[in-house]
C-alpha cells in the first residue's frame, strides 16, 4: 500500500485547510485510516482515524469540532479538513493506514504516507 499525502500550506490564525491522501496497492486489505501530526522537538501526536468503510470517525480532544474527517470510495482517498487553524496546529501532518482496529498510537499502523508541513501564522 502506497499513500500520499497532499495539500498542506501556509495559513493564517483561523483560516482553513485541506489536506488529502491518495492510497493505491492492496487497499482491500486496509482496516482504518489515520491522520497524525508532528511538530518540531514533539512527538508525533494523534489527530484522528476513520473506518475504511467511512462510517466511523474520532478524534483527538485538541481538534475535536474543527477538523473532520472523510473518504471518497471512488478516489480511494480520505481527507482532513481543517478549520479555525490554531498556531499551534503547525506541524508535519501524516496519514496512516491499519489492517487491523482503529488506533491512537502510531505504532498501530502498517502504512505512511510522506507527510505534508501545514504552518499556521498568527
Known amino acids: 500500500v502506497q499513500l500520499q499525502a497532499s495539500g498542506g500550506g501556509l495559513v493564517q490564525a483561523g483560516g482553513s485547510l485541506k489536506l488529502s491522501c491518495a492510497a493505491s496497492g492492496r487497499t482491500f486489505s486496509l482496516y482504518c485510516m489515520g491522520w497524525f501530526r508532528q511538530a518540531p522537538g514533539k512527538e508525533r501526536e494523534f489527530v484522528g482515524t476513520i473506518s475504511w468503510s467511512g462510517d466511523n470517525t474520532y478524534y483527538a480532544d485538541s481538534v475535536k469540532g474543527r477538523f473532520t474527517i472523510s473518504r471518497d470510495n471512488a478516489k480511494i482517498a480520505v481527507y482532513l479538513q481543517m478549520n479555525s487553524l490554531k498556531p499551534e496546529d503547525t506541524a508535519v501532518y501524516y496519514c496512516?493506514?491499519?489492517?487491523?482496529?482503529?488506533?491512537?498510537?502510531?505504532?498501530?499502523?502498517?502504512?505512511w504516507g510522506q507527510g505534508t508541513q501545514v504552518t499556521v501564522s498568527s
Open positions: 496512516a493506514a491499519s489492517v487491523s482496529l482503529c488506533n491512537t498510537k502510531p505504532l498501530a499502523y502498517d502504512y
